[in-house]
């Protein structure tokens, strides 16, 4: 198994704000995502009060403006939603020369962002952090971790460019470590905390997480008086991952107006449990799905509000590559748009990633063996939009990298892809 350690690397060590580069750095995510542990450590020299506690809250709230340098200064602020006058504090003593550098914390995007406009518009870097991805898990402690092969994609003319000269498999403990990687991801999902557990603690863990997210984190954005409607969606929503997302068929079965889940899958949004995926279309293509599909961010937590405990199933897979190139996305601050592809007579594509009017489209395959059937709505695609066709890869459990004989369709071990 790879060495595992709360303290993995983290890729966004590679692209965080130095503390010279006169930066309000904002660093949000989900919960217990590892955001204090890694900014203490990547910052080590700089103070960190942690708002949680309502004693510092209130000493924040009695220094005044014109203080703050002083007492406060270069600092490492967490849950900083917690105490929105600090922002206004911060964006005075910023404006002024006072301090040139201050990083945020908070796993509450809504409130983060709200005060972040109101205040702090134009001045901050912001960066999230996620669970922990296959490609973070297998680096071994102290060094760094290495751009996937799949953020290599686009920096050439085609998928041909990138691939055709990259290792067709890896060998001994290098692949190793990769798929184990993945197995724990697909089996625990990528909560640091989790790493440190015996596997008989974990569900217990994750139930302990779901608690604190329903009682802390959503009452705090929501004041939502009755919990019970949104825990039912999001049991429901879970189960539904990788779907296409029915807002009446949601309401009906939670006993809930559509405005209310819609509502409820914002806020689902916004505290990174789940993402939503936009159908692709442009104003040639005709009959189009046009409804988004919602994908649980988690397999953990995916697992612990479905109650799944199983061996991986087609669905699982396709959420947990979906998540995992999401995350990737997000975190490499990438200007990728990711969409899927659907037709109303069944011609579907599981993933297009658009980059610079290119695209490249993904089918992602629960099995190790690869058949004809697997790549023609990739043929379909790259003809529809040959003018803007970048390549199209299939995402697979094997152990090989291989093209499709005579295209621009290659075959790719999921492991190899991610990491």
Not at 72 to 77: H, S
Request: net charge neutral; with cysteine.
């Amino acid at each position: 198994m790879a060495d595992i350690s709360i303290f993995k690397p983290r890729t966004l060590t590679n692209i965080l704000s130095k503390p010279d580069s006169n930066k309000i750095v904002l660093v949000t995510g989900a919960r217990q995502t590892g955001k204090s542990t890694l900014v203490t450590h990547y910052y080590k020299d700089m103070l960190y009060l942690n708002l949680d506690a309502p004693e510092i809250r209130q000493q924040l709230r009695k220094i005044s403006t014109f203080q703050w340098q002083q007492t406060v200064g270069t600092a490492i602020i967490d849950e900083a939603q917690k105490e929105p006058s600090i922002f206004e504090k911060i964006k005075f003593n910023f404006d002024a020369g006072k301090i040139s550098f201050s990083v945020l914390l908070g796993s509450s995007q809504i409130l983060l962002l709200k005060n972040i406009r109101e205040s702090l518009a134009g001045r901050v870097s912001i960066y999230e952090l996620f669970p922990l991805m296959v490609s973070e898990l297998s680096t071994p402690l102290g060094n760094p971790v290495n751009a996937p092969l799949i953020t290599q994609f686009f920096s050439s003319g085609s998928i041909n460019d990138v691939l055709s000269n990259h290792p067709a498999t890896f060998f001994g403990d290098k692949q190793q470590s990769l798929k184990d990687s993945e197995e724990y991801l697909l089996g625990w999902g990528g909560m640091p905390a989790l790493l440190e557990l015996a596997p008989q603690d974990r569900w217990q863990w994750l139930k302990d997480y779901e608690q604190t997210y329903l009682e802390r984190d959503l009452r705090d954005i929501a004041n939502i008086s009755d919990l019970d409607p949104f825990h039912k969606l999001q049991r429901i929503a879970a189960l539904r991952s990788g779907k296409l997302l029915n807002f009446s068929e949601l309401a009906r079965d939670v006993g809930i107006s559509v405005d209310t889940v819609r509502r409820y899958i914002e806020y689902l949004r916004m505290t990174y449990q789940a993402a939503l995926l936009q159908p692709f279309y442009n104003n040639t293509t005709k009959s189009m799905v046009k409804t988004p599909k919602l994908y649980w961010l988690d397999n953990g937590i995916w697992r612990y509000l479905t109650g799944y405990m199983g061996q991986v199933t087609g669905e699982l897979f396709e959420t947990y590559v979906i998540n995992e190139i999401y995350k990737l996305v997000k975190t490499n601050r990438l200007n990728w748009e990711l969409f899927f592809y659907r037709t109303t007579s069944g011609s579907e594509v599981d993933l297009i990633i658009s980059y610079n009017q290119k695209i490249l489209g993904c089918e992602i395959k629960m099995r190790d063996t690869i058949y004809p059937q697997d790549i023609k709505n990739l043929v379909k695609l790259s003809q529809e939009f040959k003018t803007n066709w970048y390549g199209g890869i299939v995402i697979y459990r094997g152990d090989t990298l291989y093209k499709i004989a005579n295209s621009d369709i290659w075959v790719i071990p999921s492991w190899m892809l991610l990491s």
